[in-house]
């Protein structure tokens, strides 16, 4: 399987705020990850909104995976995320881990639908999504960006 896309998982709070600060001009984002996690390589990321949602609700151009140690990658990219401080992100979201990747990309656009559960589970094949997220084709991509309606892609 090509691995075209990536699908992550993003809770409702940080799907909110990151959607927030894209509608108030930041172009460049960073979606933060414990320990060193994927996706490596892929050219679109999808992003899952869990908890009551659990729909598909956006999407972007990935750019980079850049793994280091928690310290210095905040350092060097922490603007680029959605936390707010060096304190929510050491202590609220790495929970003493000492590695941190961050999944650099761009062109951050919200669906004007989001795809159900229903309709994505039938595109990617799985009833439920994995909590690593997961890679998909270009074929499954094209039929999300479709169900969300996106028209031109």
């Keep these: 399987m090509k691995q075209y896309a990536f699908i992550v998982l993003n809770f409702e709070k940080f799907w909110n705020r990151l959607c927030s600060q894209n509608r108030a ?3 460049n984002h960073s979606f933060v990850r414990r320990g060193v996690m994927g996706p490596k390589k892929t050219e ?25 140690d928690a310290t210095d990658i905040w350092e060097s990219l922490g603007h680029e995320s959605l936390l707010k401080s060096y ?27 989001p795809v159900k559960m229903e309709a994505w589970a039938q595109i990617i ?9 997961m890679y998909i084709t270009k074929k499954m991509a094209h039929q999300l960006l479709s169900a969300g309606g996106v028209d031109h892609f």
């Design 25 to 27: 001009g930041k172009t």
């Design 44 to 68: 679109k990321l999808f992003f899952y909104v869990t908890g009551q949602r659990k729909d598909i609700s956006g999407y972007a151009d990935f750019v980079e995976r850049v793994t280091d």
């Design 87 to 113: 304190a929510e992100y050491n202590n609220d979201f790495l929970q003493g881990r000492k590695k941190a990747t961050f999944v650099r990309f761009k062109n951050l656009k919200e669906f004007p639908k």
């Design 125 to 133: 094949g799985k009833q439920r999504m994995p909590q690593g997220g």
